[in-house]
């Protein structure tokens, strides 16, 4: 890969991982709720999540879809369904700090890793970023665009996290609070725009 591929590619992923979208949203909405130490699993989880899907993807999934076309429309019809249902859950959630914090918890690891395979934004990140930047699907191809994209999204999507636990501050009484949740899932919705 030339200098300036990678480069081209190094702005790519940082675009890609810094925009709003699905994690990111749900991410600031974790600050928000339960601080930075206790988001830190979904963080990861989303990481490492979209890691092997990845590293998946770039090794032969993607040659499903391009045989099987249905398969990309059954997969994004079942992603935007649950997204829907995630910004309905958002919304409509308890409207005090103390009983979210209480009652709910964030992502755990694992729901953050298996969540990146329905989420539509990372897999429009996984296939662009495989068919510009990988185009030989040869295992080192695939092992390194993984490897920048894994360095370049854990500190771009950790600064929505970092965000939401700084707007705590504001969401000290339940009218705020609540309208912080539906903005949250109004931005969920529309983050579903392009995939639309």
């Keep these: 890969m030339s200098v300036e591929i990678l480069t081209a590619f190094m702005a790519f992923a940082f675009v890609t991982s810094v925009t709003p979208g699905p994690n990111n949203l749900m991410l600031m909405n974790s600050g928000a709720s339960f601080g930075i130490r206790k988001t830190v699993t979904h963080v990861l989880g ?47 959630s308890n409207t005090t700090l103390e009983h979210n914090a209480t009652k709910t918890k964030p992502f755990s690891f694992i729901q953050a890793a298996m969540f990146q395979w329905i989420n539509p934004k990372a897999w429009t990140m996984a296939l662009t970023a495989l068919s510009i930047y ?62 639309i």
Excluded: H
């Excluded at 979209?50 to 997969?75: A, E, K």
């Design 46 to 92: 989303i990481v490492v999540g979209f890691i092997c899907m990845l590293l998946l993807v770039g090794l032969g999934i993607m040659q499903i879809f391009q045989r099987f076309p249905v398969s990309y429309d059954i997969l994004k019809i079942l992603s935007i369904a649950y997204l829907l249902y995630l910004a309905f859950k958002i919304a409509t």
């Design 134 to 195: 990988a185009t030989s699907s040869d295992l080192n191809t695939v092992l390194f665009v993984t490897l920048i994209f894994a360095v370049i999204n854990l500190p771009a999507i950790s600064l929505w996290v970092l965000l939401g636990q700084k707007m705590q501050r504001f969401l000290t009484s339940r009218k705020r609070l609540k309208a912080f949740n539906v903005t949250m899932a109004m931005l969920l919705v529309m983050s579903l725009y392009p995939v």
